[in-house]
DNA sequence: ACAGTAACCTGTTTGC
DNA sequence: TGCAAACAGGTTACTG
């Protein structure tokens, strides 16, 4: 689920409660996550003052003093801030303790993460390999068109590889070409610098929209208040199989590029 | 370096 | 209705 807009919308929701607060104690009931939970994170995190809430990628990074709380939410994670006595559900398995309220993670398949680190966590090997921001500068169609010189793999994929560009999942890779009007199995060395400017622009564009409406929630996705965003209602082609292309009604097609489910019009996205 | 596959884990949907 | 298989938003370790 949490795509780039979904680990955005998280940020905005949590950091209002976490930024110049100081953790008063940790609960972790459940550490086997996609990496193990550090059996010293508690030391590390007690006392210490969240200076500021930042994102990298799909990472959030809790700077503090003394280091960095970096958290994957997986395929199924979110966050939650609790006030008051929250029963914990099945599968909320971290709890961080503030004077007034805490964070709860939530995470069914536990593909998430919490790490620790001490120095810099663009340092950090998860993070020192990553790609440009999308929506920061230095994100462009030059850029992409230069990155995917010779390059046979389908587009879909080449956009969907952290270190090429970060932040974006199946759901807004399929967006963003239908946007663009590019056929996901276009191999990435054939695409012209032309349409690359066309797709890092709608690249940058759906992820801003989805950010607007607080994400995308097919199944699970909630925000820090527990509550769904809706992006979905605006997808043109994800999971809209058979349905009629919202630019010119052709029905919308599936199809697998590299494992992955993948949707187009292949009227607006013919192939190359 | 690149491309493709399997794996991590659980819940839900699909098909027989 | 019941059960098993297939599938799901991400990342990474492995293969050739």
């Not at 996609?34 to 930042?54: F, K, N, T, Y």
């Amino acid at each position: 689920m949490p795509e780039l807009p979904e680990v955005e919308t998280t940020r905005r929701g949590v950091a209002p409660y976490l930024e110049g607060q100081a953790v008063i104690g940790l609960i972790v009931r459940e550490p086997r996550l996609r990496w193990s939970v550090p059996d010293d994170l508690a030391g590390h995190l007690c006392g210490q003052v969240i200076r500021a809430v930042e994102r990298r990628a799909k990472f959030l990074l809790f700077r503090t003093d003394r280091g960095t709380l970096i958290i994957h939410l997986g395929m199924s994670g979110s966050l939650r801030i609790i006030v008051g006595d929250i029963p914990v559900r099945k599968h909320d398995h971290i709890d961080m303790l503030f004077e007034k309220h805490r964070l709860r993670y939530h995470d069914p398949r536990r593909f998430g993460g919490w790490l620790w680190w001490s120095g810099d966590p663009m340092n950090h090997p998860r993070l020192s390999g990553l790609g440009p921001e999308p929506l920061a500068p230095g994100f462009s169609g030059d850029y992409l068109n230069q990155a995917a010189r010779g390059r046979t793999v389908a587009v879909k994929n080449f956009i969907m590889d952290g270190r090429i560009v970060v932040g974006i999942g199946n759901i807004y890779a399929n967006e963003a070409l239908f946007r663009a009007g590019i056929h996901p199995q276009c191999p990435a060395g054939a695409i012209t610098v032309a349409d690359y400017r066309i797709l890092a622009e709608a690249i940058r564009n759906v992820l801003t929209d989805a950010i607007e409406r607080g994400g995308t929630t097919l199944r699970d996705f909630v925000n820090e208040a527990g509550r769904p965003g809706y992006f979905q209602q605006s997808l043109c082609v994800y999971d809209r199989e058979g349905k009629p292309c919202r630019r010119c009604k052709t029905a919308i097609v599936r199809l697998r590029v590299g494992q992955r489910a993948s949707f187009c019009c292949p009227r607006c996205q013919p192939c190359f």
